[in-house]
């Protein structure tokens, strides 16, 4: 596995990563999420051997990274943020040179490249210059470089940025087959991302562990977790004291310009039913009703601002609504 243990990086009086520790398991597909600054990409340089941590260990199947860079870096993939490559070699020049680079030669080479270029459907633009790219396929580019010698170990900062939606769709499914038997770690910034590909998040800012677990752990997280929208057809006023009053329920919001209520119960608990009843007692006119799993993106924001912070954004959202 991957043991990160105590991983710090200061660029000066700066502290990039504090203290960060964790392991990854195969088979598991790691989401790395925090705020722009938050030291994820530096971590993910240092676990990869590209750039020297300041203090703390990164072990790869038990394999120091420090210690032994090249014999680590054998068995990782990495994809950097940008994709960055040899724009004007060809897709087809510059996975030889890497295929090369990785110690493949003959029959053995053509069929690793073959292969990567089929997985991340390249070969409409296997002739054709990186710098005349678009950026999606600049990226598909980028992911094959670090699929071509079969690693063990997947380290993707920002994997689906800049494709399409059925791009990305390919690219998650692609994710999701290759972590039956390997590590795979993603730094990104979609949180869709993480609920469609992640089986275990962490979220850090400013260099410091916040949160660590499933992604359905963290959603619940969230005060949306067992909310209920309800859209009505009805007088609003008397709607909102009668859901208000129920039993259970903690606070009710109402989003006028959508004629709609969220009904937030007390402690997370599952008050569906009640609603329900109490929906059919009164004969309202109902257009939809949805019960939410809870939201990434609201435990996202309250471990990753200030309260200061968290109030504006509040009240921004209200006004918006």
Known sequence: ?????????????????????????????????????????????????????????????????????????????????????????TVAAFLNFIAEVRGFKGAEKQQRIDKVVSEVQLGSVYKKRIETLSKGFTRRVGLAQALIHDPKVLILDEPTDGLDPNQKHQVRQLIKGLAKDKIVIISTHILEEVSAVCSRALIISEGKLLLDGEPQQLESQSRYHNAIQVDLETEQAAALAKLTALAGVASVEEIESQRCFVIFPEGGKNILPSVIRLLDEHQWSVTNVHLEKGRLDDVFRNVTLSSGERVNTRLVEEKVA
Do not use: H
């Open 1 to 89: 596995m991957i043991r990160v243990e105590n991983l710090t990086k200061r660029f000066g009086d700066f502290v990039a990563v504090n203290e960060l520790s964790f392991n990854v398991a195969p088979g598991e597909v790691l989401g790395f999420l925090g705020p722009n600054g938050a030291g994820k990409s530096t971590t993910m340089k240092m676990i990869t051997g590209f750039l020297e941590a300041t203090s703390g260990s990164v072990s790869i199947f038990d394999v120091d990274v420090a210690q032994s860079p090249l014999e680590a870096q054998k068995m990782m993939g990495y994809l950097p943020e940008g994709a960055p490559a040899y724009g004007e070699m």
